[in-house]
């Protein structure tokens, strides 16, 4: 059976600092009275910060493209139903 891995859901990103080559990213997550706080920290070596970036910034490309399509599909005639989850790997 596989290990399930801990999961976070963030709004955003509160703060983040670099020291002794290491990012840390303090993910948070917005509360009714609109103040974030913190959720979970994103840790990565810097020389991987570059990586990480440009493939988030990909996934956002691929998402908004796939959002773009199924709205294309839903406004033709024959359209059908949005899809309400996508996969990318």
Known sequence: MAE???TLFC???IEANVTHGV???TLGQVMGDG???A???L???LAQIAGTANAMANLVKQVQER?????KAQAAPEGGQTPSAF???
Do not use: T
């Not at 959002?67 to 709205?71: N, T």
């Open 39 to 41: 959720c979970g920290q």
């Open 87 to 89: 996969k990318f790997s």
């Open 23 to 25: 990012v840390r990213i």
């Open 67 to 71: 959002i773009q399509e199924a709205a």
């Open 11 to 13: 709004d955003g990103i």
């Open 35 to 37: 103040k974030a706080v």
């Open 4 to 6: 399930r891995l801990p």
């Open 43 to 45: 840790i990565l070596p």
